[in-house]
């Protein structure tokens, strides 16, 4: 016998997708959008959830998708939305990412 989660982590597992192409309200340099994603992670577990699942979840946005989706398998956690945007963990918190942390935005100016 398994332990409950197991099989409801299974059943309910969606493949990882980048999220769609979305533009930022205003162009951003790849400088600025490093900044905004480092102060995000920097900032993201003091609004709740644990450390454990931020550091994973860190780790599948920044890796390709088919790594992502065994992070977030190995990690148990529940996707919500294929692009990672919203996660529960196995306890029910709910993990929202901005898609600035997932992609770059299609008016992404490239610094020089």
């Known amino acids: ?46 609004h709740g959830g644990r450390i454990e699942i931020w550091d994973a979840l860190r780790a599948a946005a920044e890796a390709d998708p088919s790594l992502a989706q065994t992070i977030v398998n ?6 919500q939305n294929a692009d990672l945007t919203i996660c529960y963990d196995e306890r029910g918190a709910r993990y929202e990412l901005p898609k600035y942390v997932l992609s770059e935005p299609k008016n992404l100016i490239r610094d020089s």
């Open 1 to 46: 016998m398994g332990c409950a989660g197991s099989s409801q982590t299974k059943g309910n597992v969606k493949k990882i997708t980048k999220p769609k192409p979305w533009k930022h309200p205003q162009p951003i340099t790849k400088c600025q959008l490093v900044q905004l994603r480092e102060e995000f992670w920097d900032t993201a577990p003091h």
């Open 74 to 79: 190995d990690a148990r956690i529940t996707v």
